[in-house]
Nanobody
Framework: QVQLVESGGGLVQPGGSLRLSCAASGFTFSSAAMSWYRQAPGKERELVATIISASTTNYADSVKGRFTISRDNAKNTVYLQMNSLKPDDTAVYYC?????????WGQGTQVTVSS
């Protein structure tokens, strides 16, 4: 069955860094577009970054220059390196795989940016 398992969230001070990981199984990972979304309390879920291939990535304006999405097809894993974190980055971060008409979601990992 399809599984997406996020890890790497936690509490970090403003200006700090975190790296999120999402391990995927149950579908052809290398053919899927992989994305990170986030949802803050009281807000809608928003797209943070997408990677199709190593040379094809997209970012929300709010994270450009601070976050980097990458993938390792040999490990069926997608990463989100988050630098210069701000309190506004506090949210539950979700991994999503898109393969054709199908979308698969992970359970989310909490990121809290606070002093």
């Amino acid at each position: 069955q399809v599984q997406l398992v996020e890890s790497g969230g936690g509490l970090v001070q403003p200006g700090g860094s975190l790296r999120l990981s999402c391990a995927a199984s149950g579908f052809t990972f290398s053919s899927a577009a992989m994305s990170w979304y986030r949802q803050a309390p009281g807000k809608e879920r928003e797209l943070v970054a997408t990677i199709i291939s190593a040379s094809t990535t997209n970012y929300a304006d709010s994270v450009k220059g601070r976050f980097t999405i990458s993938r390792d097809n040999a490990k069926n894993t997608v990463y989100l390196q988050m630098n210069s974190l701000k309190p506004d980055d506090t949210a539950v971060y979700y991994c999503k795989g898109t393969l054709g008409p199908f979308g698969f979601w992970g359970q989310g990992t909490q990121v809290t940016v606070s002093s």
